[in-house]
């Protein structure tokens, strides 16, 4: 057996060297020279160099493709039928390209993370200032961390290593259960907190970042395969959101849809995102792939193939509650009539004039609106990992912890705060499934819903089954003239729908409520979901080359580093 094959590890390691570089400007990937662990740190710049792929190269495959099928697809807040639509359907195989690429990819990370660390602290020059050792290595904290926790959120128990060397040598390794992943994730979120700076540049992180990361995964183990959430994590979740609202200086953006242009990457909101570069003058592996994905023709004048990505039924309804609110489903749907400014903005902008809804967060508009930046599979474009919002709805659903409600106090300002920016009413009182519902609106799209919907499974097993099988309704193809908006005569609309793959109708020919309305329990192609495809199978390649894939896990060893 070819002990270079784990993980594909003889390619991710190579990788992962060859993305250590140095130059002028962020971003710029290639070194002019070759280096060594031991020559390379010699300096400041060098050092700080050594982090950039952290950012880009390190998620480039996850961020390809696989991040919106698993992030999004799985989520059902949007499909394509034409397109990783096996993600919605939950029928990815062990063979699914996409899956295998995130496996890739997120070892990737890991391992990118795992030589930056051992280099600096073993080969760090003397001339290298504390700060900048400091940060870089707070930033390979934070990368490894978070490949984890998207790891274990997608695949459960994963294979734990600190060392790449020791993997080259010992490649066959057994799975870690879910409980020692996530007590791994949270110790190098901890050491990233410790080691980074109170302010980022240039779309580098801070120790808020590290902090808003943290209370995440604070708030999932806090619930994770237990009945009640652990009420000392929840306190240090509020504790850690309330840090990052307070002192790290980050702010909601006013304007929803000023959230996704790329002239705002790294914004007030943005605390964590990769950071993609321009497209015209960097290297593959350094740029946004997703554009070609998610646009089409109309609003795109590089080659894209997403002209059949639509919201889902249960999204549409819930802009029909008017729980979306115009602006917010506005910026994360085309809809008829809806004017983009920004869209073809040299022309006068952009109405959408279709009976229709079609994908718009992501897609960035043309050439035109992006400083000509733009080219097919490539868009400067961030893609956040996270934003301020998320920590106030963080913050709002560790308030309400173990209660069925919370009818005040900081938890619910932090939940409106997000409704209050959205443009709908404030609540009074909410419960875990006003949370679930805000958090899928808010995050439409964004690629992270099935994380957390992960995580409340692992919480509250048989309550989020007959969510996603009964509130959920997968597979459904609403477009060519299926979706008309119905004028109210009070400035708002609802939206009937008028034709889809199975004669979905929702409203009366005059934009009243149809009381009689339902799906009859249909679910396209039998999409069910149970314990036994919540997570993704394993790469059938690893699985073949590694029998520990098909064991039970094995506890972490810590040693004295708990």
Same mark, same amino acid.
């Given at each position: ?7 594909? @590890?003889?390619? !991710? ?31 400041? &710049?060098?050092? !700080? ?76 020059? +003397? ?14 904290? @934070? ?26 040598? +010992?490649?066959? /390794?057994? @799975?870690?259960?879910?409980? *020692? ?22 779309? /580098? ?6 902090? +808003? ?29 309330? *840090? ?14 000023? @959230? ?7 914004? =007030? ?69 809806? $004017?983009?400014? $920004? ?35 490539? =868009? ?5 990992? !996270? ?40 609540? &009074? =009182? ?9 958090? /899928? ?53 609802? !939206? ?19 009381? *009689?309305?339902?799906? *009859?329990? $249909? ?40």
């Amino acid at each position: 057996m070819n002990k270079f094959k784990i993980f594909s @590890l003889s390619g !991710l390691l190579g990788l992962s060297m060859l993305s250590i570089g140095c130059s002028d400007d962020f971003l710029e990937i290639y070194p002019e020279s070759n280096y060594t662990g031991e020559s390379f740190y010699s300096s400041d &710049e060098a050092v !700080l160099k050594a982090g950039e792929p952290l950012y880009n190269r390190a998620w480039f495959n996850f961020n390809r493709r696989a991040i919106l099928g698993i992030g999004s697809y799985r989520a059902n807040d949007a499909w394509n039928p034409y397109a990783t639509a096996e993600f919605a359907r939950f029928q990815t195989t062990a063979l699914t390209p996409e899956l295998i690429q995130a496996w890739s990819s997120l070892h990737l990370a890991v391992t990118m993370s795992n030589s930056i660390i051992k280099d600096l602290t073993n080969n760090c020059d +003397s001339k290298v200032s504390a700060e900048a050792k400091n940060r870089v290595l707070g930033e390979a904290f @934070l990368t490894r961390g978070t490949a984890y926790f998207y790891m274990v959120r997608t695949w459960g128990p994963c294979i734990l290593f600190e060392d790449n060397d020791n993997v080259v040598i +010992s490649p066959l /390794r057994p @799975l870690n259960p879910e409980e *020692d992943v996530l007590k791994f994730v949270i110790r190098d979120f901890r050491r990233a907190a410790e080691l980074l700076p109170e302010t980022g540049a240039n779309g /580098r992180v801070s120790k808020y970042a590290a902090e +808003s990361m943290l209370a995440k995964a604070l708030l999932a183990h806090s619930g994770w395969n237990r009945d009640t959430r652990d009420e000392a994590e929840l306190a240090e979740c509020i504790a850690l959101c309330e *840090d990052v609202i307070d002192n790290s200086g980050a702010s909601l953006m006013e304007d929803f849809h000023q @959230l996704f242009r790329y002239q705002n990457n790294n914004n =007030s909101e943005s605390l964590y995102a990769m950071q993609w570069a321009d497209p015209l003058v960097k290297a593959w592996g350094t740029y946004n792939c997703l554009l070609s994905d998610l646009s089409f023709g109309d609003v795109c004048d590089v080659s894209c193939w997403g002209s059949n990505l639509q919201p889902s039924p249960d999204m549409i309804e819930y802009f029909n509650q008017g729980a979306f609110g115009v602006e917010r489903w506005g910026a994360t749907f085309f809809t008829e009539d809806f $004017y983009y400014p $920004y869209i073809k903005s040299q022309h006068g902008g952009y109405t959408y004039n279709k009976k229709w809804c079609q994908l718009k967060k992501g897609v960035v508009g043309c050439k035109e609106d992006n400083d000509g930046k733009l080219a097919s599979m490539a =868009s400067p474009l961030n893609t956040y990992i !996270l934003r301020l919002a998320d920590v106030y709805l963080t913050h709002a659903e560790a308030c309400l912890g173990n209660k069925s409600a919370l009818t005040g106090g900081r938890g619910l300002e932090s939940f409106n705060a997000i409704r209050t920016r959205a443009g709908v009413p404030e609540f &009074e =009182s909410i419960d875990f499934w006003t949370i679930v519902r805000e958090r /899928r609106m808010e995050f439409c799209m964004e690629y992270c819903n099935w994380f957390d919907m992960v995580t409340w499974y692992r919480w509250k097993p048989q309550e989020m089954l007959s969510f996603f099988n009964e509130e959920q309704h997968r597979g459904y193809e609403i477009k060519n003239n299926g979706v008309e908006r119905i004028n109210r005569g009070d400035g708002s609309f609802k !939206l009937n729908y008028l034709f889809a793959n199975h004669n979905i109708w929702r409203l009366n020919a005059d934009g009243t409520d149809n009381p *009689d309305w339902s799906v *009859d329990g $249909y679910r396209p192609h039998d999409i069910i979901l149970t314990e036994a495809n919540i997570f993704m199978p394993y790469p059938e390649a690893d699985v073949l080359q590694n029998p520990y894939l098909s064991k039970a896990p094995e506890p972490y060893d810590f040693g004295d580093d708990k």
